[in-house]
């Protein structure tokens, strides 16, 4: 009994809980009220659970045991290569539910491998694509738009036979429009279209009638567009250009086959409102240039035409959009560099500021671009702030000097520096370039050329106070004297003086290049209008010297270059620098012919030793007459034909 009763007892112990209040009822008052709180009776009755059963430790539920070691080994892979392998076939069966020709790109990825090595033969090759086409033929148009699809599907265009691109065409004839907007279709498309026959090109143009201003909003669409119209006739370039003009062209396939090509001519021949013409044309640009689709030529050249037409607050709105590091991307084709000038020159100072701060970083690519050059000889040409132009341009030529004198394009801003608007080095197309004009932002407070009130009203949303600011500041040229601009940007910047060194450094290189030689010429004559002296004298008696001393060198027979004298292009630039430059002609008869000229009276030289009988300079044909006058009674040195009569005029 006493065992029984100490057992009450402790077991009473325990039912204590351990933070309860000291009491004379023992802790009873506290375990009463923790009993009826429900929250607490909860707790306990889920913290008892379990361990309240001894089934959940020992025993089976439903007659099996909770945790089977055998499952887990079964579901659980071990190593990290099952779970790899595990993981890929997960993804493999994803791709198959996704992708409901998979497998076929499978099994073409492995064929594409082989075809497209370089060491593989012609006949097997062949093999590989015929095997190729047969397993896609049917499915060319579903499977185009894959990344790896795509890609056999142009090493097939490219090796097959005419017959099977014939078959791929016609497939993909009637999905063209769609896969010309797929990212990796449309490679295809151009592939295809580099391959295909004449009526095959025709039919895929005749196929994007309707359709050519909505792709050429697209950022893929346009690319196939642009590379049609690369690849068409004339014909068939001006058909999908001139969708762009109007809706009546874009509906009707036969009004875009007249002959007319100038927008101007086509808008008179076929009656079309002009007011309507430009209203489409600014709805189907709009777009493009937000997006800033901006690389494609088909745009430029409708740019071109619409500014023929537009008012003064449309072509001013047009400017304003494209015043910025957009036309960098443009005035790499003949009609984008004229897009550039005509921004340039009708621009305001804003607008010009803001395009020549869009070339930054990129003015030494564009310096030697056929096209891009012209635009940067018209900012040398026009633009007043000087500042801007020595910070930008004049700072990125001077680091390239060298290669931009040898260079054919590079050379050109430098020369219009030096001598502006030579024919000389300028071609009548680049002079009639520089020359070109917005034909309504041409005189100041003019209405739209052709159009009426009601043509005005049309443009009513337009934002006329910044076209009036524009218009405003239209000048044919810069307001800053052009001799002053030139010396600022040629002298003061220090372009002039790193010409000189450049020259000196290269005299002989220069002489004997094609196109360096014109720049050694201009720089060693001082310029047009004396722009580098009296200021680098100094410099240039240095380059005379550095050019004399070259051309004083001794023949000699073992020698595998010409000598200066000798050399076509030397030859001829040292004979007109005798002519025209009175000093170089001192120096170099005193370095290189004194006492020398019969040395010099046979083949390309004579021409040169000619030219100091020749010179209109008393000085300096004083200076050689006592010595070649001999030469030439004996028949030792005989004048060029055209300059007979001067010779005997000078003897009378």
């Not at 201003?213 to 642009?226: D, F, I, K, Q």
């Amino acid at each position: 009994m006493a065992f029984k009763n100490q057992q009450g007892d402790q077991s009473n112990k325990r039912k204590r809980i351990p933070g309860g209040t000291k009491g004379g009822d023992g802790g009873k008052t506290s375990q009463k009220k923790k009993l009826k709180t429900p929250s607490n009776d909860q707790s306990n009755k889920g913290f008892k659970k379990p361990f309240s059963s001894s089934k959940h430790h020992h025993g089976k539920a439903d007659g099996k045991p909770r945790f089977d070691k055998s499952d887990t080994a079964q579901n659980v892979p071990k190593t990290k290569r099952e779970l790899r392998l595990q993981a890929k076939e997960l993804a493999e069966a994803r791709k198959k539910k996704r992708k409901p020709h998979y497998t076929l790109e499978q099994e073409l990825a492995l064929l594409w491998e082989k075809m497209r090595r370089r060491n593989i033969g012609k006949e097997d090759r062949s093999k590989l694509v015929s095997e190729a086409l047969r397993k896609m033929k049917g499915k060319i148009h579903e499977i185009a738009g894959s990344h790896v699809s795509c890609r056999v599907l142009q090493t097939c265009a490219k090796y097959c036979s005419q017959d099977e691109r014939n078959a791929v065409f016609e497939e993909l004839r009637p999905h063209f429009l769609t896969l010309a907007c797929n990212t990796y279709a449309v490679h295809l498309i151009t592939k295809l279209l580099d391959n295909a026959s004449k009526e095959q090109l025709a039919e895929f143009i005749s196929s994007l009638h309707g359709h050519v201003a909505s792709l050429l909003r697209h950022m893929v669409g346009s690319v196939v567009v642009e590379h049609a119209y690369q690849l068409g006739n004339a014909t068939q370039k001006q058909a999908l250009l001139m969708e762009l003009y109007s809706t009546e062209l874009q509906l009707f396939k036969d009004l875009v086959l007249v002959k007319e090509r100038r927008l101007v001519d086509i808008i008179s021949k076929l009656n079309l409102q002009k007011a309507a013409v430009m209203r489409h044309m600014s709805s189907v640009f709009q777009p493009i240039l937000e997006k800033g689709i901006v690389d494609h030529s088909i745009l430029h050249t409708a740019l071109v035409e619409y500014f023929t037409i537009a008012g003064k607050s449309s072509a001013a709105d047009v400017i304003q959009h494209l015043a910025s590091a957009l036309l960098v991307r443009m005035i790499h084709t003949k009609d984008g560099s004229k897009i550039g000038i005509l921004c340039i020159k009708h621009g305001s100072a804003q607008e010009r500021k803001k395009i020549i701060k869009g070339m930054k970083g990129h003015v030494s690519k564009i310096a030697q671009d056929r096209f891009g050059s012209m635009v940067l000889t018209c900012i040398l040409s026009v633009v007043d702030d000087t500042q801007l132009i020595k910070k930008i341009i004049i700072r990125e030529l001077q680091a390239v000097l060298k290669e931009l004198i040898l260079d054919k394009n590079g050379r050109r801003p430098l020369l219009q520096l030096l001598h502006p608007n030579c024919s000389r080095y300028l071609s009548p197309d680049d002079l009639s370039l520089l020359d070109s004009s917005i034909p309504s932002l041409l005189i100041k407070g003019d209405s739209e050329p052709g159009t009426d009130v009601k043509s005005s009203e049309v443009e009513g949303d337009e934002n006329m106070s910044d076209a009036e600011e524009n218009v405003q500041s239209v000048v044919a040229g810069g307001k800053k004297d052009p001799i002053l601009r030139r010396k600022e940007l040629l002298v003061d910047s220090g372009l002039a003086e790193s010409l000189i060194d450049a020259c000196c450094e290269s005299a002989e290189e220069l002489l004997r290049s094609n196109h360096g030689r014109e720049v050694l010429f201009e720089v060693a004559s001082g310029g047009a209008d004396g722009i580098l002296r009296p200021h680098l004298d100094e410099k240039l008696d240095s380059l005379h010297e550095a050019i004399a001393t070259r051309v004083a060198l001794p023949k000699s027979e073992g020698q595998e270059e010409e000598h200066l004298l000798e050399n076509f292009h030397s030859s001829r630039t040292i004979r007109k620098l005798i002519l025209e430059c009175p000093s170089f002609a001192s120096t170099l008869w005193k370095k290189a012919f004194k006492g020398k000229c019969k040395t010099w009276a046979q083949g390309h030289s004579a021409k040169v030793v000619c030219a100091y009988l020749e010179t209109s300079d008393p000085m300096v044909l004083k200076l050689a007459k006592q010595e070649l006058q001999p030469l030439l009674d004996k028949g030792v040195l005989k004048l060029p034909e055209n300059n007979q009569p001067r010779k005997q005029a000078k003897q009378l």
